[in-house]
């Protein structure tokens, strides 16, 4: 059997017009290079919409007439996101474009089949009873998780059982499912929004807590080739070749770049699925350049011609931050830096103040050298300036390391005068 070819899409953000240009010219190019590529299906793994849309925001009609060209090319499967992103009930409006192919809309934890004339079957509860020998593609999904809805499907009687229990338990009920359509020939996948324990998000973090839902080794016990999710921005990618053939696990990543600091590269996910081989490569879309420029202190002028010259600034959305003193407010040239960077598509200047919060010693400035600074300060807030001048003048006479050995000697010395203290 011809592997099966499916565009997967995930994390569009539809809304507000912040970043609607940036999800819209990256879903319309993807969904351009998916017709090119001439997919069987495409399947949207959640957050299709950023917050709860109206009727009449610019976002909802683009989002639609999208899905709705994407729905004329082949059939669609989409997947319920996250609820503060995709509030229940976004999706209903989808299954009503009337496209040439249907849209499915998963919301619910279940079993959905693209039988060879492409028509989408759904399971009737969490599973098929068998699958359907008409059956070309089997997906099983699993929207945002509502713990409660795993607990039933999974037949949890112990309410303390851990959600990741539930849907590891889940997860493997799939596996008989997926093993009976591999007989059939079918192509097998999981569709999933959440996250994997384990995978690093857009900012490079790992994420590795407790109550991240899916593990690597649950995923690959449901038997099917491939694991098409959605939920983390960044994409990325784990395989395992064994009994069941070459299996594949992807995020497919947000499709468009919506914030700064953003690793790695945008785009959607191209799948060929058989019934015991998945492999996908990453498409990448026009997704807007960042380029971040960080100062310590007060912005240098030359310093940030430098980094101009080094990054390609022309049309990226370029963000400088910087961290002054309250003091120094006022010599920070904002106008200076937005001429310099004025080939920008778009320009952030963030700049954080250190309030003054400790007493100031009125023209301490003026004093000629740092002792007499030390000695004005230490006469105003009370402190005996023999110690502090005493550390001052170590600091300039030693190491640090030298500095450090001796305290930690010092401290040796009060916790077991004994040993080490006489010998030193
Ligand atoms: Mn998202």
């Avoid at 960042?290 to 080094?310: C, M, N, Q, S, W």
């Avoid at 990054?311 to 010599?331: F, K, L």
Wanted: proline share 4%; aromatic share 6%.
């Amino acid at each position: 059997m011809n592997p099966v070819s499916i565009a997967h899409f995930s994390d569009l953000h539809y809304g507000t017009a912040a970043t609607l240009d940036e999800a819209d010219r990256c879903f319309a190019a993807a969904i351009d290079r998916a017709i090119a590529e001439r997919v069987d299906m495409a399947v949207i793994s959640g957050d299709a919409t950023d917050h709860g849309l109206d009727l009449h925001a610019p976002a909802t009609a683009r989002l639609l007439a999208q899905v709705r060209r994407l729905a004329e090319h082949c059939p669609v499967l989409m997947l319920q996101g996250t609820f503060s992103h995709e509030p229940p009930g976004t999706l209903a409006v989808f299954r009503l474009l009337g496209a040439r192919h249907p849209v499915h809309v998963a919301d619910r934890i279940e079993q959905v089949a693209l039988t060879y004339d492409g028509q989408w079957i759904a399971s009737d509860g969490w599973r098929f009873e068998r699958i359907a020998p008409d059956a070309r593609v089997l997906l099983s999904c699993v929207p945002t998780i509502n713990k409660a809805q795993v607990a039933v499907a999974a037949g949890a009687t112990e309410a303390a059982q851990a959600a990741g229990e539930h849907l590891a338990a889940l997860l493997a009920g799939f596996a008989p499912l997926n093993r009976q359509a591999r007989e059939h020939g079918a192509a097998t996948a999981m569709v999933a929004h959440g996250t994997l324990f384990g995978s690093i998000n857009e900012h490079g973090v790992p994420m590795a807590g407790f109550d991240h839902e899916f593990s690597t080794g649950a995923i690959f016990a449901a038997d099917a080739q491939a694991a098409m999710l959605g939920h983390i921005h960044r994409h990325q990618q784990w395989m395992r070749t064994g009994d069941s053939g070459k299996q594949c696990i992807a995020y497919a990543g947000s499709i468009g770049r919506f914030h700064h600091g953003e690793e790695g590269d945008k785009g959607f996910l191209l799948w060929r699925v058989s019934a015991n081989h998945a492999d996908c490569t990453l498409a990448p879309t026009p997704a807007r350049r960042t380029v971040d420029i960080l100062f310590e202190g007060k912005p240098d002028l030359e310093e940030l011609r430098a980094a101009i010259e080094a990054h390609d600034i022309a049309g990226a959305h370029v963000r400088v931050r910087w961290t002054v003193a309250d003091e120094d407010r006022q010599s920070v040239d904002r106008a200076a830096m937005t001429r310099m960077l004025a080939d920008a598509a778009h320009l952030k200047l963030e700049g954080r103040v250190i309030p003054v919060v400790r007493a100031r010693v009125p023209g301490i400035a003026q004093l000629g050298t740092l002792a007499d600074k030390v000695r004005a300060w230490a006469h105003l807030t009370g402190v005996d300036p023999a110690y502090v001048l005493e550390s001052l003048e170590t600091m300039q006479r030693e190491t640090p390391a030298g500095i450090a050995e001796r305290v930690l000697r010092a401290q040796a010395c009060t916790e077991s005068p004994a040993s080490s203290c006489l010998a030193a």
